[in-house]
């Protein structure tokens, strides 16, 4: 079975094949769970992988590891590595380095409830304003492909597409 970029190319174009003969089949649910561990540490579970959260000092946290917002960045910046991997696999291209930084800002006073002076041009919600994201891609393609590629992955990444769009969001709560 060939490998390209890691990855058997066989089996990915299995599953794209599939999901052509059977769009049910496209419709995934994915899910998660958190629970407090004192402070602002928090321990998410999905699968059966975790990943534990805090808030750096400055935030009044412990810094034993990267706040939430913090891994936002990391989660599009991996979905956007396996996008390049994977498209560029089922092209045949062959990456030698997938390089991203990404960099956002956020405001604090609408995280903290707070009205920010008008003389700040701060904005009152809490989240991103903005994310600048730099890629470095290497592969055995020309540049245009690369940068086809590239264009290809920002339209079709669900991390970003999931940022940039408005969702769906429905929550319970049960106290006692």
């Known amino acids: 079975m060939a490998e390209i970029n ?26 998660a769970s958190a629970q407090w561990e004192g402070g602002f540490k928090v321990k998410t579970s999905s699968r059966e992988f975790t990943i534990g959260f805090d808030e750096p000092e400055m935030l009044c946290g412990t810094n034993t590891a ?4 913090e891994i936002v960045l990391q989660a599009y910046g991996a979905c956007l590595t396996i996008g390049y991997v994977m498209n560029a696999a089922a092209r045949g291209i062959t990456l030698h380095d997938v390089q991203i930084e990404l960099e956002g800002e956020i405001d604090l006073p609408g995280f903290l409830g707070l009205e920010p002076p008008e003389s700040l041009n701060m904005d009152k919600l809490p989240g ?4 600048t994201v730099k ?12 940068r086809q590629l590239h ?26």
């Open 6 to 31: 890691g990855l058997k190319t066989e089996c990915l174009l299995q599953v794209i094949e599939q999901v052509k003969a059977n769009w049910e089949i496209g419709r995934t649910v994915w899910k």
């Open 66 to 69: 990267a706040n939430p917002v």
């Open 128 to 131: 991103y304003k903005s994310i």
């Open 135 to 146: 890629t470095r891609l290497k592969g055995d393609a020309d540049a245009d492909t690369l």
């Open 151 to 176: 264009e290809h992955v920002i339209g079709t990444s669900p991390v970003g597409t999931t940022l940039t769009r408005p969702v769906s969001i429905k929550t319970e709560v049960e106290v006692g």
